[in-house]
């Protein structure tokens, strides 16, 4: 493959680093909280500004998209090359809530660099993500001579993820059209740590699930009844523990249908991240670890379904004793999913499995309120060995690879556009996201910049349709 000198990218930026930083801290200082309704205006003002910036790039399309809530950018650069292919940049412009009072150092709508550290709401989630790219395809074209990217390059960054991303599958699905792309990179995560990078490649599911159970018309006395009725608060207890077997595995059957295990290469690559228990735990806050048999602790979160109690209350919780069988109780659970699992399909089983499970005399209602699917890229996939050599250009260093437990909307984009879904960021644990004295480490923003650079000549060359 020609590739262009890494030296002719990183010249590139070295000449324009410090007006890169300069516009990404005006960006920065506009305090785009969309939890807030009274910064709905400014969250507005960065989505404008935003889309002034990604023109003043050299993106021929820059507009600011409506939803029924607060407005997302999208921005279209067209390669002109007939096989290039097509990729999506997704990240958002709001930011958590934050103030001065919180406990921050310096003013968190203020940015302040620190040594080779840049301070401010936003700088690594999302803010600093998306704006490499900005610098990234300007050193592209400039270290290849090219006058528009080696990719069709499009971006959407929505301004409502830090508040559940409520709109945001109906705006994908009313402009699935112009989103349309053979690969999303979602650039709104991190890696490992600053020594170990790696890019992820995939996502957990989530089913939420709440189960209602209602027993006597109302509280009724244990002594005159206790024993001859059944207790709606025993139930959800049976519920509770009958979830898992003895070896920690989900009970319900079916409930692991389609699940696409692991192979042998990723659980090898995994075993090679420095994972240290001890320090997981201490940032789990738990004081111990207990998971599915035949798994270690990164597996279980990364790659393995799970059903977890998230709440189970009824009858008689105050001081003393009330001798009772209560009216009713309740349970609400989630189910973490991996790929292969179907959201339907799970919810089926879990009602099959509680209907057969609650006895005569007792009423219930079970509610699966919401769910996101889960997305896996596999390791070979062509797009996510281009984004690897990318960064391994980049970090002059291996990369390996991790999943991430969570879920998100990246699965809304998988879903409508049918493509498979890249997790690229620079940001490490440490960048301290939703939290206060949130940062970016510059030499990592700029890391961020090569690869951001690198891809798209890689993506042109490799990835052709
Ligand atoms: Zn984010």
Redesign the pocket.
């Known amino acids: 493959m020609t590739k262009t000198p890494d030296s002719a990218v990183r010249s590139f930026i070295d000449r324009h680093e410090d007006a890169f930083l300069a516009d990404l801290s005006d960006w920065l200082r506009i305090p785009s909280v969309s939890a807030d309704p009274d910064r709905a205006g400014e969250v507005r003002r960065s989505a404008e500004w935003l889309a002034d910036r990604l023109r003043a790039t050299g993106f021929p399309v820059a507009e600011v998209w409506e939803t029924d809530g607060l407005p997302a950018v999208f921005a279209e650069w067209p390669s002109g090359d007939e096989g290039a292919p097509t990729v999506l940049v997704y ?2 412009h709001d930011v958590q809530p934050a103030a001065r009072e919180d406990g921050w150092d310096t003013d968190p709508f203020e940015p302040a660099v620190v040594g080779r550290r840049l301070y401010a709401r936003g700088a690594a ?2 803010k600093g993500q998306v704006f490499f790219h900005t610098l990234g395809v300007r050193a592209h074209l400039a270290a290849t001579g090219r006058t528009a990217p080696a990719v069709n390059l499009k971006l959407l960054v929505e301004g409502e ?2 508040s559940g991303s409520p709109n945001f599958a109906a705006l994908v699905r009313r402009e699935a059209e112009r989103l349309a792309a053979d690969v999303v990179i979602i650039s ?1 995560t991190g890696m490992w740590s600053e020594t170990t990078p790696t890019v992820c490649t995939g996502m957990r599911g989530l089913a939420d699930c709440q189960i209602d159970l209602y027993g006597p018309d109302s509280d009724i006395h244990s002594g005159s009844f206790g024993g001859a009725v059944p207790n709606p608060a025993a139930v959800a207890a049976e519920l509770a523990a009958g979830l898992h077997d003895a070896d920690r595995k989900v009970a319900v059957p079916g409930f692991y249908d389609g699940v696409v295990e692991l192979t042998d290469e990723e659980r090898a690559l995994f075993a090679r991240l420095p994972f240290d228990e001890e320090q997981w735990l201490r940032v789990a806050k738990s004081h111990g670890t207990r998971g599915e048999a035949g798994y270690t602790t990164l597996e279980r979160v990364w790659a393995r379904p799970t059903a977890e109690v998230n709440g189970v209350w009824g009858g008689y919780t105050g001081p003393g004793g009330k001798t009772i069988v209560p009216a009713e109780a309740h349970l609400k659970l989630s189910f973490r999913l991996v790929a292969g699992q179907e959201v339907e399909k799970v919810r089926e089983s879990v009602a099959a499995w509680v209907s057969e499970r609650v006895p005569e005399g007792i009423r219930y209602e079970i509610a699966f309120p919401g769910a996101t699917r889960p997305c896996l890229t596999p390791l070979d996939h062509p797009a996510l060995r281009s984004t690897v050599r990318a960064m391994e250009r980049a970090f002059e260093q291996e990369v390996l690879f991790t999943r991430e437990g969570g879920s998100g909307p990246a699965a809304d984009l998988q879903d409508v556009l049918g493509a498979p879904v890249l997790f690229l960021g620079i940001s490490v644990p440490s960048d301290g ?1 939703h939290s206060i004295n949130e940062k970016v480490e510059l030499d990592l923003l700029r890391k961020g910049v090569e690869t951001s650079a690198h891809l798209w000549e890689d993506l042109g060359e490799n990835f052709r349709r």
């Open positions: 990240g958002h989630d999302d993820e830090e709104d996201w």
